[in-house]
C-alpha cells in the first residue's frame, strides 16, 4: 500500500503561483514514477506532468508545459508541483498518483491515468480572472 497527501492548494489570482506538494508513505517512494494529474467539474481527470523514478526525466502536458515544473526529493519521500503564471483554466482539483509496476523502466515517464495505481485525496486549485 501507498498513501499520497497533497497540499498547496488555494486560490490565487491570474498570474500569479503556487506549490503543491505530496507527500508519499507506505513503500520505498524512489522505485515509483509519480505523476500530477487534475479534473474540473464535469470533466475528466487529465494528465499534467510525470517524473520517472530518479527524476532525471520529465513529462508534460502542452497546455503547461513552460509553465509548471514538477519535482521530487527522494530523500523526503516528496513530489511537488511549481505552478506559475497560473490562467483560470487552471482551475481544478490536483491529484498526485504513482505509478508501481515492477516493469517500469526507470526512465519512463507515465502519462495515462490507468498507469497509475494510488492515488492521493486532491488539493484544489482555483484562479480568479
Known amino acids: 500500500q501507498v498513501q499520497l497527501v497533497e497540499s498547496g492548494g488555494g486560490l490565487v489570482q491570474a498570474g500569479g503561483s503556487l506549490r503543491l506538494s505530496c507527500a508519499a508513505s507506505?513503500?520505498?517512494?524512489?522505485?515509483?514514477?509519480m505523476g500530477w494529474f487534475r479534473q474540473a467539474p464535469g470533466k475528466e481527470r487529465e494528465f499534467v506532468a510525470a517524473i520517472s523514478r530518479s527524476g532525471g526525466r520529465t513529462s508534460y502536458s502542452d497546455s503547461v508545459k513552460g509553465r509548471f515544473t514538477i519535482s521530487r526529493d527522494n530523500a523526503k519521500n516528496t513530489v511537488y508541483l511549481e505552478m506559475n503564471s497560473l490562467k483560470p483554466e487552471d482551475t481544478a482539483g490536483y491529484y498526485c498518483a504513482t505509478d508501481t509496476r515492477a516493469a517500469l523502466l526507470w526512465w519512463e515517464t507515465p502519462t495515462r491515468t490507468n498507469d497509475y495505481d494510488y492515488w492521493g485525496q486532491g488539493t484544489q486549485v482555483t484562479v480568479s480572472s
Open positions: 507506505g513503500r520505498t517512494f524512489s522505485n515509483y514514477a
